[in-house]
């Protein structure tokens, strides 16, 4: 029988065990390098240094990056909660759904540049559509303008959550916080529209402080009230419950 410590004096080091590659492990692994380090830094060969393996195993279980991205969209989707139907309150419920869905883009970088121009088709994706299409369908909106109106909605929450990723990479850069960058900012921005000429600027100029004032949730909030509430002229009237 062969020893295993043969020659005398070698000795074989311990490894640590590899996390096993599946595509859950992937996916999540994926996604703590997007809230990190952005969007960029996933590549095949940079998740092949996190499992310590090469770049070929990742497409047993992934074929592309952008097959990737749309698994770690999925993913981040199955972190929104989605409330049970209550047809008086759909309104407030789209709006809760919105924002739920803002938060969770907010909470992964700029991981919401990757649902741009893509049809979502994963099965938490389609719950929360399902879950909106439903709402709206309860308040009596025709299907039609319903599913238009929840195109549009979405389109706005992550538009808006790629734009704040795009702020805070800027505030990081500067070495800055949030609150100061975006302050200091407004205030440049607000100085220069009021020494803009009043005879040809004159409501940029006398409103500059509504221009730049309010912070980005008091934004989105307004932005999100005015296209929710908007449906009520499309709503038909539900006939009465027996």
């Known amino acids: 029988m062969t020893d295993l410590n043969w020659p005398p004096g070698r000795r074989r080091r311990a490894r640590p065990a590899k996390t096993p590659l599946t595509r859950t492990e992937i996916v999540r692994t994926a996604l703590r390098l997007v809230q ?32 990737l991205l749309q698994l770690m969209f999925d993913e981040m989707c199955g972190l929104v909660e989605i409330p049970e139907l209550d047809p008086p309150r759909w309104k407030e419920q789209v709006k809760e759904l919105a924002r739920a869905g803002h938060a969770a883009m907010i909470a992964h970088n700029d991981l919401a540049r990757a649902a741009l121009a893509t049809i979502p088709t994963g099965p938490n994706a389609l719950l929360i559509t399902e879950a909106m299409l439903g709402m709206m369908l309860a308040g009596g909106i025709p299907s039609r303008i319903a599913s238009w109106a929840m195109d549009r909605i979405f389109l706005y929450i992550t538009a808006d959550a790629y734009e704040y990723s795009i702020w805070r990479r800027q505030v990081r850069e500067a070495g800055s916080d949030k609150q100061t960058y975006i302050g200091q900012l407004g205030e440049q921005a607000k100085a220069y529209f009021e020494e803009l000429p009043a005879d040809r600027y004159p409501n940029v100029r006398k409103y500059a402080d509504d221009l730049m004032g309010g912070g980005p949730e008091a934004r989105f909030d307004l932005g999100l009230e005015l296209l929710v509430d908007g449906l009520d002229r499309y709503a038909t009237p539900r006939p009465p419950d027996r």
Request: hydrophobic residues 40%; glycine residues 6%; without cysteine.
């Open 36 to 67: 990190t380090e952005g969007i960029d830094a996933v590549s095949m060969r940079r998740l092949a240094t996190e499992f310590d393996t090469g770049p070929a195993s990742f497409y047993a279980h992934v074929a592309s990056k952008d097959e």
